[in-house]
């Protein structure tokens, strides 16, 4: 069987939110070279890295930051990371909520346009990082809640067939460089009745579920009695004690992913699980453990730890924790 991916994901670029616009890249070469040493120690044996605008594409150049990396770069990192027995995949965003590094192309989402700068950029990315195994075209969080905050001027959220259509766009592009697409689980966990409607269950998609507190009930995280402007938690006072309880995240957490995660998987679907140190030390071990004792093996491609942080020195001890806490996992479970 082939071996599995232990990844760990890396930003580059971070404009794929609003509140992160950056005009430069708040990234950190000597924490780069420092990153993929600790990665190669750890038997990380991949690096999913957040490109966004944070390279110059030939095809786009109005849309790549002024300190971007050249294509030389970027080939030159490839190599690098080759050497350390890494394999540097590139991640973009196509979702609406997350598009904000395509700057005017964000505006014409679904459009003809639209369509031909995703192939532009897709066919790109992939000459670019040296043919990649994967491409990852993230499309996560494509909801209300993170579509229409107030800080966006310019809201967009697909749903039903679109959001499908374009999805498939998306995955049929990636499949046509040779790369496999690579996505998070969003488009079959917000919009689960659209999937199995308008997508066809054999897509060739291997998908991210991600989870970041808690799953064991030892492990759930309690509720603060009080919001950080001192006022009384709203939830706390209706009785509810942990975040796992909380009924405005009960879809997008421990309810839903636990109950329904592993269940869809009779249809034959391919996950790389997604834990991470954000909200809870426990979730890593945890998430290992719950894939390795709940799904079948063959379709457990490998897991990506998401330390959600910025490539500078200061996130040390977060992405040495990630990466750490990973290692500890695939030994456990793994026995590897």
Same mark, same amino acid.
């Given at each position: 069987?082939?071996?599995?991916?232990?990844?760990?994901?890396?930003?580059?670029?971070?404009?794929?939110?609003?509140?992160?616009?950056?005009?430069?890249?708040?990234?950190?070469?000597?924490?780069?070279?420092?990153?993929?040493?600790?990665?190669?120690?750890?038997?990380?044996?991949?690096?999913?890295?957040?490109?966004?605008?944070?390279?110059?594409?030939?095809?786009? &150049?109005?849309?790549?930051?002024?300190?971007?990396?050249?294509?030389?770069?970027? =080939?030159?990192?490839?190599?690098?990371?080759?050497?350390?027995?890494?394999?540097?995949? &590139?991640?973009?965003?196509?979702?609406?909520?997350?598009?904000?590094?395509?700057?005017?192309? =964000? $505006?014409?989402?679904?459009?003809?346009?639209?369509?031909?700068?995703?192939?532009?950029?897709?066919?790109? !990315?992939?000459?670019?990082?040296?043919?990649?195994?994967?491409?990852? !075209?993230?499309?996560?969080?494509?909801?209300?809640?993170?579509?229409?905050?107030?800080?966006?001027?310019?809201?967009?959220?697909?749903?039903?067939?679109?959001?499908?259509?374009?999805?498939?766009?998306?995955?049929?592009?990636?499949?046509?460089?040779?790369?496999?697409?690579?996505?998070?689980?969003?488009?079959?966990?917000?919009?689960?009745?659209?999937?199995?409607?308008?997508? $066809?269950?054999?897509?060739?998609?291997?998908?991210? &579920?991600?989870?970041?507190?808690?799953?064991?009930?030892?492990?759930?995280?309690?509720?603060?009695?009080?919001?950080?402007?001192?006022?009384? $938690?709203?939830?706390?006072?209706?009785?509810?004690?942990?975040?796992?309880?909380?009924?405005?995240?009960?879809?997008?957490?421990?309810?839903?992913?636990?109950?329904?995660?592993?269940?869809?998987?009779?249809?034959?679907?391919?996950?790389?699980?997604?834990?991470?140190?954000?909200?809870?030390?426990?979730?890593?071990?945890?998430?290992?453990?719950?894939?390795?004792?709940?799904?079948?093996?063959?379709? !457990?491609?490998?897991?990506?730890?998401?330390?959600?942080?910025?490539?500078?020195?200061? $996130?040390?001890?977060?992405?040495?924790?990630?990466?750490?806490?990973?290692?500890?996992?695939?030994?456990?479970?793994?026995?590897?």
């Amino acid at each position: 069987m082939k071996e599995k991916i232990w990844a760990l994901m890396v930003y580059l670029s971070e404009n794929q939110w609003v509140q992160m616009l950056k005009n430069e890249l708040n990234f950190d070469d000597d924490f780069w070279d420092y990153i993929l040493k600790k990665s190669s120690e750890c038997g990380i044996n991949t690096i999913l890295l957040e490109v966004g605008d944070g390279v110059k594409f030939e095809t786009h &150049p109005e849309i790549s930051m002024p300190d971007a990396w050249s294509h030389e770069r970027v =080939r030159k990192e490839v190599k690098k990371c080759r050497e350390l027995g890494i394999a540097l995949i &590139p991640k973009l965003n196509f979702s609406s909520a997350h598009s904000f590094w395509m700057k005017e192309w =964000r $505006n014409m989402t679904s459009s003809k346009p639209y369509y031909d700068f995703c192939r532009d950029i897709i066919q790109e !990315i992939y000459e670019m990082f040296e043919k990649p195994e994967y491409i990852h !075209i993230g499309y996560d969080e494509e909801v209300p809640l993170c579509c229409f905050k107030p800080e966006i001027e310019y809201q967009i959220m697909r749903k039903g067939k679109l959001l499908m259509d374009d999805f498939k766009f998306l995955i049929d592009e990636v499949n046509k460089t040779g790369a496999k697409p690579w996505a998070w689980y969003d488009p079959l966990w917000d919009h689960a009745e659209d999937y199995f409607k308008y997508m $066809n269950l054999d897509e060739d998609v291997v998908l991210s &579920p991600w989870y970041y507190m808690g799953l064991k009930k030892e492990h759930f995280q309690p509720l603060s009695k009080y919001n950080s402007d001192g006022t009384e $938690n709203e939830l706390y006072k209706q009785g509810f004690r942990f975040a796992e309880h909380n009924p405005a995240i009960s879809n997008a957490t421990g309810y839903w992913f636990s109950d329904e995660v592993l269940k869809v998987m009779k249809h034959g679907f391919k996950y790389i699980p997604t834990p991470s140190v954000y909200c809870n030390d426990n979730n890593t071990d945890d998430m290992v453990e719950y894939f390795k004792n709940g799904a079948p093996d063959e379709q !457990i491609f490998g897991y990506l730890t998401a330390p959600w942080v910025s490539t500078v020195w200061e $996130n040390k001890e977060t992405i040495d924790k990630s990466v750490e806490l990973l290692a500890a996992a695939r030994k456990k479970y793994y026995g590897e």
